[in-house]
């Protein structure tokens, strides 16, 4: 039996030729789509129009790998269009979408031929995405702080440009950390924080109850459980809703923590995965099941005023408490060892448990194993379930909160517990 080499018909120029046209093709129909919107504004062609310039654009380059034939049809490609630009002017429409689109399309010629396939597909699925993104966009414009957007360049300064430069080495002969890793950790949980914030804020800010969570949950779930129990306190009928939403913001808790597992110290993920993974989905289908048979009304996503993490006060003051923690830890272990850590992990639930649980996973402690770390990373988190239950009951009230608060009292009791006892 004759078997096909797939990779022997990737490198065919008639694939390729043949791949670079239906793409091209694609990309037309995406634009009849992106037009329908504005069907009075001046048009550039159709699905044959990008086709037949995706097609050009590889025959040119196909007959001369120098790309002076390709060059020349670009030349001759862009008077044309400054020609139409020029005849949009006059009708008062400005987009240069159309334009910058179809030069990408004519670059996929050379893009299938001097690249990987795959960065061909990837250049694809940008342009569609970006053409397909446009009611997101506007709704961005007009409801985005133009002081997150510089909020957003500092932090990505900080990250893309200082994290390279800092030394990868101990701070002190105290602490086994380095400058890297610490601002690694920083970075990890302001963007999956900042992930959260952006979807909670902007994509979704009148989603539901559900919804908001889920979402508050991957920004910060004791921020979201203290919003929500103030709203239930005001809103007796909605009460239901509200409790099954604290319960849900707790259960991506879990994801969070895994997530942030992987990223920093993944030798964690072997205790941390299943037992997380099954409180995780267990609280969100019981969320799910406490609302069922009532009406799930929108709400204004108040967690979402919450400061920007991003912002970079807020990440040198969680880089300033994870040092302190790490500090902490390292003095408890030496004096106190497994028994005082795990005292402390419980203590430290009733605050902030961001800084202490990066600390587990980036201080290299001398003195406790790994599971003596997991073990403080369950209660910790344990009694953070604790202190959310709390919440609920003061700030929302017994008769209103009583179910979310008992079922974020029984995930502390199951997380703590299994710390105890399974290491």
Not at 32 to 49: E, F, H, I, Q, W
Not at 87 to 115: E, H, T
Not at 208 to 235: E, H, Q
Request: hydrophobic fraction near 55%; glycine fraction near 8%; charge should be positive.
């Amino acid at each position: 039996m004759t078997t096909i080499d797939l990779n022997a018909v990737l490198s065919q120029l008639w694939f390729r030729f043949l791949l670079v046209g239906l793409l091209g093709f694609l990309t037309g129909l995406e634009f009849r789509v992106y037009r329908a919107d504005n069907p009075t504004k001046l048009a550039l062609g159709s699905a044959r129009t990008y086709t037949l310039t995706a097609l050009l654009g590889f025959v040119l380059f196909a007959l001369d790998h120098e790309f002076r034939l390709f060059l020349a049809g670009m030349v001759a490609l862009m008077v044309f269009y400054g020609l139409y630009y020029y005849r949009k002017l006059g009708q008062d429409q400005a987009s240069s979408v159309q334009m910058l689109a179809g030069l990408i399309v004519y670059s996929f010629g050379p893009l299938s031929q001097l690249l990987p396939l795959w960065f061909l597909a990837l250049v694809f699925v940008a342009l569609i995405f970006t053409l397909s993104a446009k009611p997101i966009t506007h709704r961005l414009y007009q409801h985005m702080d133009r002081r997150e957007v510089v909020t957003l360049a500092k932090f990505l300064l900080l990250a893309a440009v200082v994290l390279p430069l800092l030394p990868n080495r101990s701070i002190s002969p105290y602490l086994s950390a380095t400058h890297f890793a610490i601002w690694v950790a920083v970075v990890a949980i302001s963007a999956i924080s900042y992930l959260g914030y952006i979807l909670q804020r902007y994509v979704a800010p009148r989603g539901g109850y559900l919804i908001t969570g889920l979402l508050g949950g991957l920004y910060s779930s004791t921020a979201t459980t203290v919003v929500l129990a103030r709203k239930a306190r005001a809103s007796e009928k909605d009460a239901r809703n509200i409790g099954a939403a604290m319960v849900a913001a707790s259960g991506m808790m879990y994801l969070r923590l895994l997530v942030l597992i992987g990223v920093l110290n993944p030798a964690f993920l072997h205790p941390a995965l299943i037992p997380f993974a099954l409180l995780s989905i267990a609280a969100i289908v019981g969320a799910i099941v406490m609302m069922k048979n009532s009406s799930v009304d929108s709400v204004d996503s108040e967690a979402a005023q919450s400061r920007n993490p991003l912002e970079v006060g807020t990440a040198f003051l969680f880089a300033l408490l994870f040092i302190a923690m790490l500090l902490l830890t390292k003095v408890i272990i030496h004096y106190f060892g497994s028994t005082g850590l795990q005292l402390l992990s419980f203590g430290v639930g009733f605050t902030d448990i961001d800084p202490f649980v990066l600390s587990l996973l980036k201080g290299g402690y001398q003195g406790v194993g790994m599971a003596q770390l997991a073990s403080a990373i369950f209660i910790a988190v344990g009694s953070n379930n604790f202190l959310k239950s709390i919440y609920a009951v003061s700030l929302g009230g017994w008769s209103r909160c009583r179910n979310a608060a008992t079922i974020l009292f029984v995930m502390g009791a199951l997380t703590l517990g299994y710390g105890v006892l399974a290491f």
